[in-house]
C-alpha cells in the first residue's frame, strides 16, 4: 500500500525528461568545437592535469 503515488510520480519524472527539449546554446557548442584560442587549450591542461603524474614518464622505459 502506498506505493501508487510514488510510482505516479516516477512516471511523470521519466515522461517528462523523455519529452522535453533541451535548450542548445549553439554559441558556446561551437567555441568548444572551434578550439581556436591558444589560451584556452592551456586552461584545459591545467584543469585536467594528472595529480598523479610524477614527472618521470620521459625517462621510462
Not at 510510482?7 to 515522461?15: F, G, L, Y
Not at 523523455?18 to 572551434?34: C, G, I
Amino acid at each position: 500500500m502506498g506505493r501508487g503515488r510514488a510510482k505516479a510520480k516516477q512516471t511523470k519524472v521519466a515522461r517528462e525528461l523523455k519529452y522535453s527539449v533541451p535548450t542548445t546554446d549553439f554559441d558556446a557548442l561551437q567555441r568548444e568545437l572551434s578550439g581556436n584560442s591558444s589560451n584556452d587549450s592551456r586552461e584545459n591542461e591545467d584543469r585536467y592535469e594528472d595529480p598523479y603524474d610524477d614527472g618521470y614518464d620521459d625517462y621510462r622505459r
